[in-house]
């Protein structure tokens, strides 16, 4: 079943629980879902092929019929619609099951671990509005010259001192009628056009010269950029980005790009030259989001990244999943043993840092030391702590953001 057929803003909920798709009912219809829920697993097939939905949520527990043997019938049928995967049972499993749709050849859009959270719900649907996108990718292209796009910083503190070291820019977009939009919305969309190329080059000079400027004020402070997938193909931008340092009189090794885990294994030769010769030209190289890709080690062992930054799903759980910190002990060693420095994300509280200190990783990202700010707020949040004593009592910052 081609994309093109799949009715933009259909939804189907395939649950034998009620409860659950009047729930569902709730959460899309006001994203302009038009909603169907069924309970017998016998009518899915029949109604995505009549009925054509973009977006499935399936339980993979239903009666009669186990979710798993229902995403491979949509897979022999060559369904196009973006799959959400709903259930109670643990994270692992639903995890796995994901993974098996992707190795399908489907779209599989995310996981809903039950009960559900409506928010959650919402935002996950948001994505996958195909009229919607068309609008997004337009209003995109005439952000940057209107100056509706901005960055935030968000500081990284060294777990040992309880110094800053550095922050990591995130780019918002102040949209004139939707408001603020994340960049989880619009960078994927950004990412399918050569949009991305203009994007990254914006964000990136931008964040320069903040750096420039924070030197200035003797905020010794290094800037980290994220990199799409697409970007780091292109053999033009170690030269561009040495460009925006030279014209600010930033030193790139002061600049940190960050590649996720998955982009940074696409295409290996291209992407080695381009990292290879960032590196040269004296630039750190951080894998982003480590431990959510499908990187072997051996891939990692082979590019030149100089930072490992273990991801936030992790670490934001490991002070009450003995796994999750596991996972991380685990990564922060992997990093040290290979050279490169660890960075923690996603630190929400006190007992995450303070383990994180004891594991001895390197730096610490996250709500409980700030919130991503404003460039003049966050130098005023600098003035204000010039050292944040590792493992003290929440930031006030941080409430606000
Ligand atoms: P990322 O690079 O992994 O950035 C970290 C994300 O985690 C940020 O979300 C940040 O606000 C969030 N975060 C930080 N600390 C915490 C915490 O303690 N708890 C929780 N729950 N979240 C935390 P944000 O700003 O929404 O960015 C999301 C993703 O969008 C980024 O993930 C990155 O992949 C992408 N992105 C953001 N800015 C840019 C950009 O300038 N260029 C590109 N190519 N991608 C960007
Ligand atoms: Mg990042
Ligand atoms: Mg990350």
């Given at each position: 079943m081609a994309d093109r057929e799949l009715m933009a803003s259909r939804l189907l909920v395939v649950d034998d629980d009620q409860a659950f798709g009047r729930l569902m009912k709730r959460a899309a219809e006001p994203c302009?879902?038009?909603?169907?829920?069924?309970?017998?697993?016998r009518?899915?097939?029949?109604?995505?092929?009549?009925?054509?939905?973009?977006?499935?949520?399936?339980?993979?527990?239903?009666?009669?019929?186990?979710?798993?043997?229902?995403?491979?019938?949509?897979?022999?049928d060559?369904?196009?619609?973006?799959?959400?995967?709903?259930?109670?049972?643990?994270?692992?499993?639903?995890?796995?099951?994901?993974?098996l749709g992707r190795e399908r050849g489907l779209k599989m859009a995310g996981t809903l671990a039950k009960p559900v959270d409506l928010q959650h719900v919402r935002e996950l649907l948001e994505k996958f509005r195909p009229a919607d996108n068309g609008r997004l990718l337009h209003d995109l292209r005439a952000a940057i010259p209107l100056g509706q796009l901005f960055l935030e910083y968000q500081l990284k503190l060294d777990c040992q001192t309880g110094r800053v070291t550095g922050v990591e820019a995130l780019v918002r977009w102040q949209h004139p009628t939707l408001g603020l939009v994340r960049p989880d919305r619009f960078?994927?969309?950004?990412?399918?056009?050569c949009l991305i190329d203009p994007l990254t080059d914006w964000i990136a000079a931008t964040a320069i010269r903040q750096a420039a400027s924070w030197h200035s004020q003797r905020f010794n402070l290094d800037v980290a950029i994220n990199i799409s997938a697409k970007n780091a193909q292109d053999i033009e931008l170690p030269d561009r980005l040495a460009r925006h340092c030279a014209e600010c009189g930033v030193a790139p090794a002061s600049v940190i790009l960050e590649l996720t885990e998955t982009s940074a294994m696409r295409n290996a030769v291209q992407l080695l030259d381009?990292?290879?010769?960032?590196?040269?030209?004296?630039?750190?190289?951080?894998?982003?989001?480590?431990g959510t890709g499908y990187s072997s080690l051996v891939q990692l062992r082979r590019m030149?990244?100089?930072?490992?930054?273990?991801?936030?799903?992790?670490?934001?759980?490991m002070t009450t999943d003995k796994e999750c910190r596991f996972i991380v002990e685990t990564l922060i060693d992997l990093a040290h043993k290979l050279g490169l420095r660890s960075v923690a994300e996603g630190v929400e509280n006190a007992e995450a840092l303070a383990a994180l200190r004891a594991m001895g990783c390197d730096s610490a990202q996250g709500y409980y030391l700030?919130?991503?700010?404003?460039?003049?707020?966050?130098?005023a949040f600098l003035k204000e702590h010039k050292e944040l004593p590792a493992a003290a009592t929440p930031r006030d910052a941080s409430a606000a953001g």
């Open positions: 302009g879902y038009e909603v169907v829920a069924t309970d017998d697993p009518d899915v097939r029949r109604i995505v092929q009549t009925w054509r939905p973009a977006v499935i949520v399936l339980d993979l527990q239903i009666p009669g019929i186990d979710g798993i043997e229902l995403l491979r019938r949509l897979a022999t060559q369904c196009g619609a973006q799959l959400i995967l709903a259930s109670g049972v643990d994270g692992r499993t639903l995890e796995a099951a994901l993974e960078i994927p969309l950004a990412e399918e056009t381009v990292l290879t010769r960032l590196r040269l030209k004296g630039f750190e190289l951080a894998i982003d989001d480590f030149p990244f100089s930072e490992l930054k273990v991801d936030c799903s992790f670490v934001m759980r700030s919130r991503p700010l404003p460039a003049d707020r966050l130098a």
